[in-house]
């Protein structure tokens, strides 16, 4: 298999360029921003090109700039798989609501399922685009125009939106929607749901504005108090939520408040 070096030398005798002027285009970038680590002495080059020598990430950012590369695809040269970020992130369980900035692509990866058959033709619908993928959650983004929107995980200890966003569901955001819609839906399943952010950090749920305050209401189901927020000084709507990829079963069981019986989870 070629080494990453041996790829970055074929793209400099592409372009015809002496290690030389490669040695001098980096050090006009190194001036730019101001950083030596930008900069390539000749040796270093030939070090890269002809021995394995792995570059730092600022000399290998110079080299794709001046060799017209895209990063992601040279970090792959090196083993690093650059389109599994958003999988491999999803993979790691949080506890806290939060916005994942991870960038997603067309070509993203996607987890597995395991275990189970999943059948793409069973599919529900929640303002308009949501999918139940038991439990692939990321795989969805192959059928969206992922690069629209951005994207939140549900906190594994989120339970405010149960059963219609389950713990450690990953959702998408049209931040274009970040008006509070006052009506002209029928039932829970059509109100649109908004994804937020306070200073205690992030929530979803269904929205009411009521002059300058912001009701943050969970579902019923989840017995959990509405959140008060005076708008738009305490709270900032990301957008609306537009799609999902569940987990069905979570690992962790919903905590049980004393009196009171959890509703049952909806079934596929």
Same mark, same amino acid.
């Given at each position: 298999?070629?080494?990453?070096?041996?790829?970055?030398?074929?793209?400099?005798?592409?372009?015809?360029?002496?290690?030389?002027? @490669?040695?001098?285009?980096? !050090?006009?970038?190194?001036? $730019?921003?101001? =950083?030596?680590?930008?900069?390539?002495?000749?040796?270093?080059?030939?070090?890269?090109? =002809?021995? /394995?020598? &792995?570059?730092?990430?600022?000399?290998?950012?110079?080299?794709?700039?001046?060799?017209?590369?895209?990063?992601?695809?040279v970090l792959q040269w090196y083993g690093i798989p650059a389109a599994a970020l958003a999988a491999d992130a999803?993979?790691?369980?949080?506890?806290?609501?939060?916005?994942?900035?991870?960038?997603?692509?067309?070509?993203?990866? &996607?987890?597995?399922?395991? #275990?189970? @058959?999943?059948?793409? =033709?069973?599919?529900?619908?929640?303002? #308009?685009?949501?999918?139940?993928? %038991?439990?692939?959650?990321?795989?969805?983004?192959? /059928?969206?125009?992922?690069?629209?929107?951005?994207?939140?995980?549900?906190?594994?200890?989120?339970?405010?939106?149960?059963?219609?966003? *389950?713990?450690?569901?990953? &959702?998408?955001?049209?931040?274009?929607?970040?008006?509070?819609?006052?009506? %002209?839906? /029928?039932?829970?399943?059509?109100?649109?749901?908004?994804?937020?952010?306070?200073?205690? #950090?992030?929530?979803? %749920?269904?929205?009411?504005?009521?002059?300058?305050?912001?009701? @943050?209401?969970? *579902?019923?189901?989840?017995?959990?108090?509405?959140?008060?927020?005076?708008?738009?000084?305490?709270?900032? &709507?990301?957008?609306?939520? @537009?799609?999902?990829?569940?987990?069905?079963?979570?690992? !962790?069981?919903?905590?049980? $408040?004393? %009196?009171?019986?959890?509703?049952?989870?909806? /079934?596929?």
């Amino acid at each position: 298999m070629e080494r990453g070096g041996e790829r970055l030398k074929r793209a400099r005798e592409h372009l015809k360029l002496t290690y030389r002027e @490669v040695v001098s285009a980096s !050090r006009e970038i190194a001036r $730019r921003h101001g =950083n030596a680590e930008f900069s390539l002495a000749l040796s270093r080059l030939a070090d890269i090109e =002809n021995k /394995g020598t &792995v570059p730092n990430i600022f000399r290998l950012y110079t080299l794709c700039a001046i060799y017209r590369l895209k990063l992601d695809e040279v970090l792959q040269w090196y083993g690093i798989p650059a389109a599994a970020l958003a999988a491999d992130a999803l993979r790691i369980g949080l506890d806290r609501t939060h916005l994942a900035e991870f960038a997603v692509g067309p070509e993203v990866t &996607v987890p597995e399922p395991s #275990g189970e @058959v999943v059948d793409w =033709n069973r599919t529900t619908f929640l303002s #308009g685009f949501i999918r139940r993928f %038991g439990k692939i959650p990321l795989s969805f983004l192959n /059928g969206l125009h992922v690069r629209e929107y951005r994207y939140g995980l549900i906190g594994l200890e989120d339970w405010s939106m149960y059963p219609i966003l *389950h713990p450690g569901s990953l &959702v998408a955001i049209d931040d274009r929607h970040r008006k509070i819609q006052s009506g %002209g839906w /029928g039932d829970e399943q059509e109100r649109p749901i908004y994804f937020l952010e306070s200073r205690e #950090g992030c929530l979803c %749920g269904w929205c009411t504005l009521s002059g300058q305050r912001l009701i @943050v209401q969970p *579902h019923p189901a989840s017995q959990q108090a509405a959140a008060v927020f005076e708008y738009p000084r305490e709270v900032d &709507v990301i957008g609306r939520v @537009v799609g999902l990829a569940m987990l069905l079963q979570s690992k !962790r069981r919903r905590p049980v $408040r004393h %009196g009171a019986t959890p509703s049952a989870s909806p /079934g596929p």
